[in-house]
T-cell receptor
Framework: GAGVSQSPSNKVTEKGKDVELRCDPI?????LYWYRQSLGQGLEFLIY????????KSGLPSDRFSAERTGGSVSTLTIQRTQQEDSAVYLC????????????FGPGTRLTVT | KQEVTQIPAALSVPEGENLVLNCSFT??????LQWFRQDPGKGLTSLLL?????REQTSGRLNASLDKSSGRSTLYIAASQPGDSATYLC??????????????FGKGTHLIIQP
């Protein structure tokens, strides 16, 4: 079946602009996760959603970052007033349920802030 | 706070060799440990998941072991092939400490298999 999909695959934006990154999880997976992978750094956990429940936002790096999940499926990660340090690959993953289940990752969105 | 370390950071070996990648974590209170593979410009592919109650998992030429008490895992790759060239990531799912809940990753081992 279809895996996790993300769009766009690449995004170049000017500093100060807002960007939206999209994630479409595997059908039937109720848990969805966002991670950030910066150059030379490991993957950093940002936020997760379980079904329609309110997400745990404590991993988001600043209040310029927000995320939502509509209908318990597609999720959008929004970065407002982008900064150069936001340049990274943003990865989305889904799993059958929230908790220590195997996570399946999408191909990522490479964000470059100029 | 959980920290995951992978050694070596990079490894280059001739084709056909057996090799071991190491992963260590500071907090032994984990549910599971997962090994991933990441190819350039692509997402992560799950290779093996070891539950905290397990000692090892095998898939084809890959074998992963887990020693939770000492905070260590190894990924053994037998008869390496050029197609194994990738970055290998280790990640643990720890008990939620009341904060964000998700996998904690190491920085990876960049593996090159020379033909």
């Amino acid at each position: 079946g279809a895996g996790v999909s993300q769009s766009p695959s690449n995004k170049v934006t000017e500093k100060g602009k807002d960007v939206e990154l999209r994630c479409d999880p595997i059908s039937g997976h109720t848990a969805l996760y966002w991670y950030r992978q910066s150059l030379g750094q490991g993957l950093e956990f940002l936020i997760y959603f379980q079904g329609n429940s309110a997400p745990d936002k404590s991993g988001l790096p600043s209040d310029r970052f927000s995320a939502e999940r509509t209908g318990g499926s597609v999720s959008t990660l929004t970065i407002q007033r982008t900064q150069q340090e936001d340049s990274a690959v943003y990865l989305c993953a889904s799993s059958l349920a929230q908790g220590p289940y195997e996570q399946y990752f999408g191909p990522g969105t490479r964000l470059t802030v100029t | 706070k959980q920290e995951v370390t992978q050694i070596p950071a990079a490894l280059s070996v001739p084709e056909g060799e057996n090799l071991v990648l190491n992963c260590s974590f500071t907090d032994s209170a984990i549910y599971n440990l997962q090994w991933f593979r990441q190819d350039p410009g692509k997402g992560l592919t799950s290779l093996l998941l070891i539950q905290s109650s397990q000692r090892e998992q095998t898939s084809g030429r890959l074998n992963a072991s887990l020693d939770k008490s000492s905070g260590r895992s190894t990924l053994y790759i037998a008869a390496s092939q050029p197609g194994d060239s990738a970055t290998y990531l280790c990640a643990v799912w720890g008990y939620s400490g009341g904060g964000a809940d998700g996998l904690t990753f190491g920085k990876g081992t960049h593996l090159i298999i020379q033909p």
